[in-house]
C-alpha cells in the first residue's frame, strides 16, 4: 500500500497525517541505513554522514516506539514494559530511570512527553475507564539519577481517551489527540492548569499520527 501524507494547519500547530504503508522506514532511509541497522557496532555512519546510534534492540525496543528525547538532548522518554512505568534513559550513560512505580498503583504509562524546560514529562496513564492525563517532575541529583515528583493529574474524562504529542513553547496547554466514544477523533489543546480542552479539528477513525507546535 502506497504511503500518504499530508499537512494541516491549525493556529501555531502542524499536524501531519499519515497512512499505511508495506514500506518500512529503514527503507525510506535508503540502503547505507538499512545496513547500519544491522551492523553488530552500536554507533555507525552511513555514507551520507548521518551518524546512526543503536538505543535498543530485540524487546527492549517496544519502550522506544512512543518515545520522545528532552529538550537539551541527554534523556529519552519510554514505557518500561517489564513493569508498565513511564521511564527516561540517560543517553550519556545508557541507564534508565523509572518516574512511576506502576506496583503500587494499577495502570499502565504511555507517550511521555518533555516540557519546552526538560523538568516536567506530560504522559497518558491507563487507569480504570478513560485515560488520565498527567504531568511529572523531576529533577537529576548530584549524580546525575533523576529524581521524580508525585504526578498530578491534569486531564481525565471516563469516556474519553487522550493521547499528548507535544507542549506549547510556554507550557500552558498540551496538544492531544482525544478519542471519543463514536470512534472520531479531535486534535485538541487542554490546559496544564485547568484541564479544561479547546477541539481545534475534528478527524474520524483515522487520527494524526504526530502533532507539534511551531517554535514561535
Known sequence: MMRHTAMLMAPAVMIVLAGCSGESELQRLGSDAVAAATTDRNSVTTQRGVTLRRLATGSDYDGFRNSFISPHGRYVSLTDFSTLDLAVRDLSTGQLHRLTNAPDEV?????????????????????????QIRVIGFE????????????????????LLPIPFDQSPDGRHILANIET?????????????TGAHQALKSFDWRRPLRAEFSPD
Open 107 to 131: 495502570g499502565m504509562a504511555l507517550r511521555g512527553v518533555f516540557s519546552p524546560d526538560g523538568r516536567h514529562i506530560v504522559y497518558a496513564w491507563a487507569h480504570g475507564p478513560g485515560l
Open 140 to 159: 537529576p541529583d548530584e549524580a546525575g539519577v533523576p529524581r521524580a515528583a508525585e504526578p498530578t493529574i491534569i486531564f481525565h474524562n471516563a469516556e
Open 181 to 193: 466514544p463514536g470512534n472520531t477523533n479531535q486534535l485538541a489543546l487542554i490546559s496544564t492548569t
